[in-house]
T-cell receptor, first 113, second 113 residues
Framework: GEDVEQSLFLSVREGDSSVINCTYTDSSSTYLYWYKQEPGAGLQLLTYIFSNMDMKQDQRLTVLLNKKDKHLSLRIADTQTGDSAIYFC?????????????FGQGTTLQVKP | DAGITQSPRHKVTETGTPVTLRCHQTENHRYMYWYRQDPGHGLRLIHYSYGVKDTDKGEVSDGYSVSRSKTEDFLLTLESATSSQTSVYFCAILPGQGHHGYTFGSGTRLTVV
């Protein structure tokens, strides 16, 4: 079945780059997403990438997609303490007509000053 | 942005009691979803709706029912709450054309004692 896997924890120093990785199983996914969740809040869409793209850049965020290996990564440049949060990878699977998303377990990013 | 509110924000209930969580949206979007968030599991889909009176099950639907009698409201009911249903529940909407990904509510923290 569909599955999305992420490492659970990442710790970086302020100013360094952070790379959060995700693997997924459904090669028919049309879109892949990154969401951010701050403590006590809902999830906010950070960025997304269409499955026919290899890379997408949006200010400090870079998304890389390797379709062959079904691997997605999110790079945050110049990481700030305000980037501390849980980051979720999600795939649309083959059910894009219903909008269902499959989420990973979430990666907690800790940014040390 | 689409307005989406969940109520209540927090609830403590006893095992065996019925509980209903409400999700309300202000912009008549067709698709609405209920997820639960648990440590180590990320977000898992409980039920979703694709229109008034049109609902379907997600991956963890056992013990839950939903209703959508109006476009703006999507209700999640635990018929007889159990401790395993202690969780944070998120409602999401799919804003539709021109948008990607979900807009999430702020969540309901439910504790079953």
């Amino acid at each position: 079945g569909e599955d999305v896997e992420q490492s659970l924890f990442l710790s970086v120093r302020e100013g360094d780059s952070s790379v959060i990785n995700c693997t997924y199983t459904d090669s028919s996914s049309t879109y892949l997403y990154w969401y951010k969740q701050e403590p006590g809040a809902g999830l906010q869409l950070l960025t997304y990438i269409f499955s026919n793209m290899d890379m997408k850049q949006d200010q400090r965020l870079t998304v890389l997609l390797n379709k062959k290996d079904k691997h997605l990564s999110l790079r945050i440049a110049d990481t700030q303490t305000g980037d501390s949060a849980i980051y979720f990878c999600a795939e649309s699977g083959g059910s894009s007509n219903t909008g269902k998303l499959i989420f990973g377990q979430g990666t907690t990013l800790q940014v040390k000053p | 942005d689409a307005g989406i509110t969940q109520s209540p924000r927090h609830k403590v209930t006893e095992t065996g009691t019925p509980v209903t969580l409400r999700c309300h949206q202000t912009e008549n979007h067709r698709y609405m979803y209920w997820y639960r968030q648990d440590p180590g599991h990320g977000l898992r889909l409980i039920h979703y709706s694709y229109g008034v009176k049109d609902t379907d099950k997600g991956e963890v639907s056992d013990g839950y029912s939903v209703s959508r009698s109006k476009t703006e409201d999507f209700l999640l009911t635990l018929e007889s709450a159990t401790s395993s249903q202690t969780s944070v529940y998120f409602c999401a909407i799919l804003p539709g054309q021109g948008h990607h990904g979900y807009t999430f509510g702020s969540g309901t923290r439910l504790t079953v004692v």
